[in-house]
């Protein structure tokens, strides 16, 4: 059973969402006790390729009340862990096909460590926007009508 911490549901309305991955945290102690209080904002945050590895920008955790001078910087760029084959394949579809690496949920595993889900994305332009949009809310009414009628 995992424990859901925070989700980016706008990830899905921006863009469309392909491979998920799971990758864990490289985080500090008060980052993490600071999670523990179910406090975190992944919505603004991407994961870009630096030096070969990947790092999670603009994630925001915000400091911890009980951390005082050992507190952290709420929007640090984080490492992501992932195993060397998985960084390559996302390196690559980063820069070949100009896709995107987007966080999707952060959450407790069922041993309690804090991961993470990205997801290699592309862009959705405000027409493919609003066909989203229709479509939902077509389902939406759809979904009325057949309880009012049945």
Known sequence: MTKLIAENRR????YFLEDAIEAGLMLTGTEVKSLRNGRANIAESYAAVENGM???INADIP????G??????P????KLLLHAKQ???LIGRVQRDGLTIIPTKLYWNEKGIAKLEIAVAKGKKAHDKRETEAARD???D??????NLG
């Open 87 to 89: 960084i390559q394949k």
């Open 11 to 14: 990830a899905r309305y921006d």
């Open 142 to 147: 759809k979904a009325r009508l057949m309880r």
């Open 138 to 140: 077509w389902q939406r």
């Open 54 to 56: 990947i790092m999670l």
């Open 75 to 78: 929007r640090r760029p984080r």
């Open 63 to 66: 400091p911890y009340a009980g």
């Open 68 to 73: 005082n001078r050992f507190n952290h910087e």
